[in-house]
């Protein structure tokens, strides 16, 4: 068995960070389709490409509004 103490206070530091100042900590789960998900995880930098374009769907949304 592990030693869930072991690694405890080295989670700061392998943290993802952003291009700002935020940390990213948040999750979030998404329902795709399988083809939908491997053809998602072909393209490079798949994972920034998708936060810029949810940063833009929230911005476009809260404008709108």
Do not use: C, H, V, Y
């Not at 869930?4 to 998404?30: H, M, N, S, V």
């Not at 053809?39 to 798949?46: D, H, T």
Request: proline share 6%; hydrophobic share 35%; charged share 30%.
């Amino acid at each position: 068995m592990s030693n869930p103490k072991a690694f405890e206070g080295k989670r700061e530091a392998t943290q993802f960070k952003a291009a700002g100042d935020e940390p990213l900590t948040a999750k979030i789960d998404l329902k795709l389709t399988p083809t939908m998900k491997e053809q998602l995880k072909a393209i490079p930098g798949w994972q920034n490409k998708l936060r810029e374009a949810i940063a833009r769907l929230i911005e476009s949304e809260s404008q709108a509004s």
